[in-house]
């Protein structure tokens, strides 16, 4: 009965850290899987700023003296946890994040014909998020992880990839597609290519989209994604 007991003590442990650590993602990452890309400043962990936009404090209302934030550079994202931060600096608070991760079982290998892997550095990703979410897909975002893309006559007009990596846990992201080319299955098509991916590694795949955007939500519920919690999202703007 001990050895049960003792089993289920370490199950309800691991429960609970995965939940502390999907709570607050950018930390997480960035204290696990994405320990490389981790910078410190202070108290804080962010990423550089040509990766992703990202910065993170380790407890939600954390107080953020002003000579750290004026090392940062310019405007950064948090997720979870928000910090406080000294008068005259903003922190604009905007839409809640709906976090969701796949309960489902194997994802059978998707067809792969027309599906590309992405360089990592190929602008073209830049390009096509900025339609759908301007500012958050860097430069070298792409060296985050695993991406896939989908052309036509040359042109790159979907995309989906890896981005937060918790080691156990990791995000999938930059799920768009071109105005002009919606309602074909790519993005369903590619997710599937990045889920199947990630199960092979050993991997449970999650994800973060707009507590809004019932059409992407009602798509991840179909793959097999289920709602872990809405997470505060903010921008803190630079100081002029």
């Known amino acids: 009965m001990a050895g049960m007991n003792g089993g289920r003590q370490t199950v309800d442990d691991k ?3 995965t939940m502390e650590r999907l709570a607050n993602p950018v930390w997480a990452a960035l204290t696990s899987g994405q320990r490389h890309l981790a910078r410190e ?4 962990l962010h990423y550089e700023p040509d990766v ?8 939600d209302g954390m107080f953020v003296p002003e000579h750290d934030l004026a090392r940062l550079g310019g405007d950064v ?6 910090p406080a931060v000294p008068e005259g600096w903003q922190l604009n608070e905007l839409g809640g994040v709906l976090q969701m991760v796949y309960r489902g079982g194997p994802v059978a290998p998707p067809p792969g014909e027309g599906i590309a892997e992405l360089d990592a550095l190929d602008p073209a990703m830049q390009a096509l998020t ?3 979410f301007p500012g958050y897909f860097r430069a070298r975002t792409g060296t985050m992880g695993r991406y896939l893309g989908i052309h036509d006559a ?14 156990t846990l990791r995000e999938v992201s930059a799920v768009c597609t071109h105005p002009g080319y919606t309602g074909r299955g790519h993005a369903r098509l590619l997710v599937q290519h990045i889920m199947h991916g990630m199960q092979r590694q050993g991997v449970t795949p999650m994800l973060h989209v707009g507590a809004r ?6 798509l991840y519920e179909a793959l097999g994604f289920e ?7 903010a921008r803190l703007a630079a100081r002029p």
């Open 130 to 132: 900025a339609i759908a």
């Open 154 to 167: 040359g042109r790159l007009i979907a995309l989906c990839g890896e981005r937060m990596d918790f080691g």
């Open 15 to 17: 429960r609970r850290t």
């Open 227 to 233: 709602r872990n919690g809405v997470l505060r999202h």
């Open 77 to 82: 994202y948090f997720v979870g946890a928000i």
């Open 41 to 44: 400043l202070g108290a804080m």
């Open 52 to 59: 992703a936009p990202f910065c993170a404090v380790p407890e």
């Open 213 to 218: 955007n019932g059409r992407a939500i009602a």
